[in-house]
Each structure stands twice: as C-alpha cells, then as structure tokens.
C-alpha cells in the first residue's frame, strides 16, 4: 500500500436482473475510518460485506457510502390481484339482474383501482443472493477506483512533502554550518559578557563566574538538536518513500521537528540562528498542514 491522500470521490453503474444501480463514495479526512452507509430496503444484507471490504482497502478518512435503486422498465410486471377481481365479479353478478345495462368489458375490470398491480417480480432466495452478489462487485469496483484516486492524489502530496523535508534539512545544515555555533565564536560572546559585568564594579565571585559561564555554554550547544533533527528528516523521508499509510507517523514527526527547532530558538544568543529558526517555523507548519491530508 503505497501513501494516499484521505479525499476522492467514485462512482459505479451496473445492472442486473433487471435493476439499476449506482454506488457513490465520497472520501474526506479523518483520524480513524469512519463508514456511513446508506442502504436502499431490501439491501440490508450488503452492510457488512461492505464495511469489511473497505476495512480491508483503507484504514483511515470518512466515508459517505450510498447504494440507488431502480428497476429497469422489463422487470416490471403485471399482477392481477385475485381477491379484489373476484369481489368485482361478484358484484357485477349481483346487481346485473337490477340494472339495465351491459356487463363491464375485461379492460373496464382491470382499470378497477387494485385490480391489476403493477411491481417488481418477487426474487427466489438464490435469485436474491446472486444479485446482492453483484451489486456488491459493483462496490468493489467503485471501492477501487476511490483507492485509485487517493493513490493518485497521495503522490502528488508526496511530492510536495518530499520537497518541503529536503528543505527541513538544508536550513539544519545551515544551522550547523553557522560560524556563530564555533565554540570559539560562543567563548567569545561569555567572555564580553563577564567583562561587561566585571566591568560594572559589582563584587562578583570570578571563579563561581566562570562556573556559571560554563554551563551557558553546554546549553547553548545546540547539537543534541541538530543530531536529532537530522534522523527526523530521515525518518520522514523513509516514510514518505515506503508503502506503508504514513499520515499518523508524519504527523508526529512534524510534532518532533517543531519541537526541536522550539529549542534551537529558545537556545540560540545568535540572530542568523535564530532567524533560521524561524523559517524552519513556518516551514514545518506548511508540512504538518499537508500531512493532514495523508492516510
């Protein structure tokens, strides 16, 4: 199963024994799988075969599932019905000796509302089996060009996500990169800031200073987080290229990247970091708003 998107939309037609039907999939985002059928009377035996076949072919989005019926003009058919065609005959009978006038002609019997009905033929129990059969060939169908479209549209998003993670990784390289991250670069920013304070005359304790001085620097070292941005811009990009629906793991990867770039902010004592920290920003924002749509 390759990376789909949530949304599409398929339509099947078929025939058989003389109905008409059309199934109608619509598909849009969603956390889980959601199916709501609709059914026509008579049908109600499809439900399940449905909801299992579209467990088995997706596993997330909402699906709005609906089956029309209509009988084809031949499989119409004529029937009297006995009981009213006797109770005209016998009032005919009974008041002809009363009234003068000619006996009602066949025709004039069967324009007798109730007399001659006019409805589906009554299906044998395989008869009804086979048809529900095929109707539900025709679900597959349709179930398979939606798959089809998602796919189709799953590639396309797969692109773009493609492009925005490649990007992900070049601005953490260039937080790498930047000569402001040099240990010399950070020493020599702590050391104009100890002598901006030794400066100010205030009794300071040179040595608990320098103590302090040194842990500003562990926490200014912002390698944990270029390291573990790096094996993220791996992962997704892993993900993006397997088979597997990846909408879930992407989405908590996204999480991971804003996290971590959160920090690098919150760390950085430099504007060009901290300037590129917030293009990752707005770029990991653009990336989860398309990971959304991901199965």
């Known amino acids: 199963m390759a ?22 999939i619509r598909s849009v985002n969603g956390k889980n799988l959601d199916v709501r059928l609709r059914l026509p009377q008579g049908f109600e035996a499809l439900e399940q075969p449905v909801r299992k076949a579209a467990a088995a072919a997706l596993t997330r989005g909402n699906l709005q599932v609906s089956l029309s019926i209509s009988a084809a003009s031949s499989s119409v058919e004529a029937v009297v019905n006995e009981a009213a065609l006797d109770a005209v005959i016998e009032l005919v009978n009974r008041l002809g000796d009363r009234l003068d006038a000619r006996k009602p002609a066949l025709d004039g019997i069967l324009n007798i509302k109730g007399v001659l009905e006019f409805r589906d033929p009554e299906l044998t129990e395989s008869a009804r089996e086979e048809r529900n059969r095929a109707v539900l060939a025709g679900f597959m169908t349709a179930l398979e060009d939606l798959r089809a479209m998602r796919l189709s549209e799953g590639a396309a998003l797969a692109k773009v996500l493609g492009d925005q993670i490649d990007r992900i990784g070049e601005l953490t390289l260039a937080v790498e990169a930047d000569p402001s991250r040099s240990p010399e670069a950070i020493r020599a920013r702590l050391s104009e800031q100890v002598a901006s304070l030794m400066d100010t005359g205030a009794t300071l304790d040179r040595d608990r200073l320098h103590m302090e001085a040194a842990l500003l620097a562990t926490k200014a070292d912002l390698r944990e987080e270029i390291d573990r941005l790096k094996a993220h811009v791996e992962a997704a990009r892993a993900l993006i290229a397997g088979e597997a629906a990846a909408g879930r793991r992407l989405d908590f990867l996204a999480q991971e990247f804003n996290r971590e770039t959160n920090t690098i902010c919150s760390k950085s004592n430099a504007a060009p970091i ?20 991901l199965e």
């Open 274 to 293: 901290t300037a590129i920290g917030l293009d990752l920003k707005v770029l990991i924002d653009q990336f989860r708003e398309q990971v959304q749509n």
């Open 3 to 24: 990376i789909q998107s949530m949304t599409g939309f398929a339509r099947h037609e078929g025939e058989v024994d003389g109905f008409r039907f059309v199934w109608e």
